[in-house]
């Protein structure tokens, strides 16, 4: 009885001291104004917890944040009490009081002075080289952001903005680590610091070991005789992770931060659930750029038993079809049609592929894995764009364990299930792909987990129409390829879809629903488009064995927004409600014709980080040339609307113009809701004697900028006048030619002089004499002159 009691407090004091991550998005449902609640297992009901909290890049939030907690929750708040922006993701760590590792300090009278805060705990005295992280707790509003300084001993707390005092009575949450490995509980983390030698707003981290693109990342400044009083964030750039200042303000280079990582590759080891030693090793594509996945070879220790597993034989494929009630879950849940057996068939382990990978949507926040960042570029000129998308399987931990209960069942024996190992890292083939929107190959780079319930990121440049790209994933598949070569066959290589089509049933996946009532009463559909429900799929038990049974529907719209009920037909009201269901899903179709929708969808994907919708414009070139006597002409557009993040005036690459009758389009401007569009442009006209013609810089509002005679005229008012006064000297001259006949062009102009001054002589003459009669004319007719 005494070691049981201590087992249990063992267990008990284990769970307590772990610490959990949490990847909180704000959305309409979760938050209201400048306050965002954070519901979680892991959070709701524990006041006590020390929260650590980062922002993560989903939207700009210029805000100092801090942590709250209310009515049984935690919350995350702006101190400045701005509205917290839609779709802002913030990193949350979850540490135990009782970790040996984080407290609470509170600012007081007697350890705070102007706009520093000194602590006092075993934990940060006399320790110079600890890396500490704050993250402000509810007390006081303190809107500053904060950073780390040690003197004298101590660590302390200050604000980044010297000017602000340090509210008395507010409170902040502090977790303090060593450099290097660490661990909370069972779980690893990895410490480290750097100083900032980027230029503009973004820093790339320069850390000690490779920060894989799924890492979950905390930053807090640390002091190094330079202030950042802006507020901060991490982002990964799609090469690399890296903190930036939220306004987009230059970050002084020798701004130092302190970064915890909850992966990094280096020093970690993977272990399998079968107890079969792993060997990690990490595989570089010789084609994609930054191409890589941990790679498991599982081969059995020299002490293994009869019963673990030594790989994959691709030769020994079952597939789903062919087993019974197996291809409703095929096509229920998202497995390729075949899984693979163990060459130890003695090890009850099966392998499986995802059937395809498609756009990943979050449910939460409705919104979709697709990043457009604009990047900066020197001398006011655009730069490229960078996109980042998450592909997903659509494969779940819960649909794992379904499935091997299933096999289970259905072949009589314990079947566990795990990703397909691999004997080198997939391809990705994207067919014609780069070529049809200019993506140079060099560019892009892939990151794909060994783990095939998590995402593969894709990341590349283009130089612009991002809106043609996002243009064609609504409205025709712009489809890839994966190709995996299994472990243990050197010749197999299985294919697996990538579809970024938006408007499908795949991007969204089954609609799962914990019991039948929510159908019974009303389901209301959260997705962006109209959907027509066509069946519901049940899982039923008879004794022990559980089995699948669908429901037809009758096609109906469902609109966004609205409630869709099945009571109203009775067999299927009978079939939900009769007997007990372990499982409900809702299978249905999407309307793609919603060109409403695709629009909405549109601007979420590419509004969601400038914040504008793009308008496009085209140039269309009549008879410029011709009519202005040009060889050629070259074009200047200049607009703040050219930036997508609204900050510069940027003027775009010139365009030139060497015959008419062209149309010039793909030219892209972000223009802020409620806005219109709004640039300047320039002509500059390149004659054929080599002199240039440079108009004047003139607005507009236009989508459509027309270059013909009148645009010519009104362009070049100044060259109208000097053509006709030339066409007027070159006539003169002719018919003096003709006249006079006199051919050399100099004598003729000379003879036109000679003539011209006679007769502005005779003119002038004649018009003194006019003056003077008309004098006398006039005091023969004056009634005031005096003579009279």
């Not at 390729?336 to 382990?349: M, R």
């Not at 209960?405 to 259905?410: A, C, F, I, V």
């Amino acid at each position: 009885m005494k070691k049981f009691i201590t087992i249990v407090v063992l267990l008990f004091a284990f769970q307590m001291s772990a610490q959990h991550i949490i990847k909180h998005v704000a959305s309409p449902n979760n938050t209201q104004g400048h306050i965002t609640t954070i519901n979680s297992p892991h959070t709701n009901g524990k006041n006590n917890a020390i929260l650590i909290v980062t922002q993560n890049y989903g939207a700009y939030n210029v805000n100092e944040i801090g942590v709250w907690y209310a009515a049984g929750k935690w919350k995350i708040f702006n101190q400045n009490r701005k509205p917290i922006p839609k779709n802002s993701k913030f990193n949350v760590m979850v540490v135990q009081p009782n970790s040996g590792k984080a407290f609470v300090h509170t600012t007081a009278a007697t350890n705070t002075a102007g706009h520093i805060t000194t602590l006092a705990s075993r934990l940060t005295n006399a320790k110079p080289n600890a890396l500490v992280f704050v993250t402000q707790n509810y007390g006081k509003y303190n809107t500053s952001n904060v950073g780390v300084w040690y003197s004298g001993g101590k660590w302390k707390i200050f604000n980044e903005n010297t000017k602000q005092k340090m509210p008395v009575g507010t409170k902040f949450n502090v977790l303090v680590l060593n450099p290097g490995e660490n661990k909370i509980g069972s779980t690893a983390l990895y410490a480290f610091k750097y100083t900032n030698t980027s230029s503009g707003h973004i820093s790339e981290m320069n850390a000690p070991v490779t920060l894989p693109r799924t890492s979950t990342l905390f930053a807090t400044q640390n002091w190094k005789n330079v202030y950042n009083p802006n507020i901060t964030g991490v982002w990964y750039n799609g090469k690399k992770w890296t903190t930036y200042n939220q306004n987009r303000k230059a970050m002084p280079k020798g701004v130092r931060f302190n970064v915890l990582t909850t992966s990094h590759t280096g020093t970690s080891t993977t272990s399998n659930s079968n107890n079969t030693p792993y060997s990690p090793i990490l595989v570089n594509h010789n084609i994609l750029k930054n191409v890589g996945l941990i790679k498991v070879k599982p081969i059995a220790s020299a002490n293994a038993k009869d019963t673990d597993r030594i790989g994959p034989d691709a030769k020994l494929a079952v597939s789903f079809s062919t087993v019974s009630q197996m291809d409703i879950l095929k096509e229920t849940f998202n497995f390729y049609d075949e899984i693979y057996k163990d060459q130890n068939p003695k090890s009850g382990v099966y392998y499986y592929l995802p059937k395809q990978f498609t756009l990943k949507w979050n449910k939460e926040a409705n919104d979709y894995a697709f990043n457009v960042f604009y990047m900066s570029s020197d001398d006011n000129k655009r730069g490229s764009v960078l996109l980042n998308i998450e592909l997903t399987p659509n494969i779940k931990s819960e649909d794992i364990d379904l499935a091997e209960k299933m096999l289970t069942q259905q072949l009589g024996k314990k079947i566990t299930l795990l990703p397909l190992d691999l004997r080198d890292a997939p391809e990705v083939d994207f067919g014609g792909l780069l070529s049809r929107f200019n993506i140079e190959p060099a560019s892009v780079s892939t990151n794909i987990p060994s783990d095939y319930k998590q995402p593969i990121v894709l990341d590349w440049r283009m130089d612009s129409n991002i809106d043609n790209f996002v243009g064609a994933m609504l409205n025709q598949s712009v489809g890839a390829m994966m190709h995996f070569k299994p472990y243990g066959d050197s010749t197999s290589v299985k294919s697996v879809g990538i579809n970024l089509k938006v408007n499908t049933f795949d991007t969204f996946g089954k609609i799962k629903f914990d019991t039948a009532s929510e159908l019974l009463e009303g389901w209301t559909n959260y997705l962006d488009y109209p959907m027509y429900p066509n069946k519901i799929t049940v899982l039923k038990k008879n004794g022990a064995r559980l089995y699948f049974e669908t429901i037809d529907l009758e096609r109906s719209k469902v609109e966004p927004g609205a409630i869709f009920k099945v009571n109203s037909d009775p067999s299927v009201f009978n079939k939900l409600s009769k007997s007990p269901l372990f499982g409900v899903w809702l299978n249905y179709e999407v309307d793609e014709d919603c060109e409403a929708c695709n629009q909405t969808v549109k601007r979420k994907i590419i509004g969601g980080t400038s914040g504008s919708e793009i308008a496009n414009m085209e140039v269309q070139v009549i008879n410029a040339l011709e009519y202005s006597g040009a060889n050629s002409m070259k074009l200047l557009i200049k607009s703040i609307q050219a930036d997508p993040n609204g900050l510069n005036e940027i003027e775009l690459d010139p365009m030139s113009i060497t015959e008419d009758g062209l149309t010039l389009d793909g030219i892209q401007f972000f223009v802020p809701e409620g806005k219109e569009l709004l640039y300047k442009y320039q002509l500059i006209l390149v004659m054929n004697d080599g002199d240039v013609h440079r108009s004047k810089w003139h607005d507009s509002n236009s989508n459509l900028l027309a270059l013909g005679e009148k645009q010519i005229d009104r362009l070049f008012p100044d060259k109208k006048k000097n053509d006709l006064l030339n066409n007027a000297k070159d006539s003169a001259i002719e018919k003096i030619k003709d006249s006079v006949g006199i051919h050399n062009e100099e004598d003729a102009v000379n003879k036109a002089v000679e003539l011209l001054g006679g007769l502005l002589t005779k003119k002038k003459d004649s018009t003194k004499t006019e003056d003077k009669g008309g004098e006398n004319e006039q005091e023969q007719e004056d009634p005031n002159n005096d003579q009279y």
